[in-house]
T-cell receptor
Framework: EAQVTQNPRYLITVTGKKLTVTCSQN?????MSWYRQDPGLGLRQIYY???????DKGDVPEGYKVSRKEKRNFPLILESPSPNQTSLYFC??????????????FGQGTRLTVV | AQKVTQAQTEISVVEKEDVTLDCVYE???????LFWYKQPPSGELVFLIR??????QNEISGRYSWNFQKSTSSFNFTITASQVVDSAVYFC?????????????FGSGTQLTVLP
């Protein structure tokens, strides 16, 4: 089954404790991205990757890191989480980083709480 | 910078009523792509439709229809004979074709509640 898999689905952590949210897709998609969803703000892009070893900042990159060492994986790293990073996070992938007419497939979401 | 505006934060209707969700966008690109996604209470994001800027034909899929009007930069979504299962947050999104506009930009979403 074609899917984007995020882990964990739920996470409660403390301020300053490094964490990684994993994202994996099995569709051989080139383009992957991370979003955060906050009430009243919709989804905002954090980082995106056009292909392996190619990443770039989205609209709200501060406090986050990403890497794209393999085509299927695109982990999101919070080196020192803070309470304002409490949010619902989505990973997404789409077929091409060049041709933008393909829809994005989303993971199930990760609800992160930083206390 | 591109932008998507969904002015309706919340809409509440009674089952079987028709409802239209508004979406207005801004972009400098001449080629762009518009999307609608549904987020049910379970939280996942479900793709509904994609529309290219050079295809202004409206589309109907069952009870769902979409009205794309380039002249007013709008891409509205209508649900006919709404059902309780239509209750969800609906997002309109835009992807341009050049530079940073290629990222998918979402509106803030419209919470639709369909009452029995």
């Amino acid at each position: 089954e074609a899917q984007v898999t995020q882990n964990p689905r739920y996470l409660i952590t403390v301020t300053g404790k490094k964490l990684t949210v994993t994202c994996s897709q099995n569709m051989n998609h080139e383009y992957m991205s991370w979003y955060r969803q906050d009430p009243g703000l919709g989804l905002r892009q954090i980082y995106y990757s056009m292909n392996v070893e190619v990443t770039d900042k989205g609209d709200v990159p501060e406090g986050y890191k990403v890497s794209r060492k393999e085509k299927r994986n695109f982990p999101l790293i919070l080196e020192s989480p803070s309470p304002n990073q409490t949010s619902l996070y989505f990973c997404a992938s789409s077929l091409s980083g060049t041709y933008m007419n393909t829809e994005a497939f989303f993971g199930q979401g990760t609800r992160l709480t930083v206390v | 910078a591109q932008k998507v505006t969904q002015a309706q934060t919340e809409i509440s209707v009674v089952e079987k009523e028709d409802v239209t969700l508004d979406c207005v966008y801004e972009t400098r690109d001449t080629t762009y792509y518009l999307f609608w996604y549904k987020q049910p209470p379970s939280g996942e994001l479900v793709f509904l439709i994609r529309r290219n800027s050079f295809d202004e034909q409206n589309e109907i899929s069952g009870r769902y229809s979409w009205n794309f009007q380039k002249s007013t930069s709008s891409f509205n979504f209508t649900i006919t004979a709404s059902q309780v299962v239509d209750s969800a947050v609906y997002f309109c999104a835009l992807r341009g074709s050049s530079g940073s506009a290629r990222q998918l930009t979402f509106g803030s979403g419209t919470q639709l509640t369909v009452l029995p």
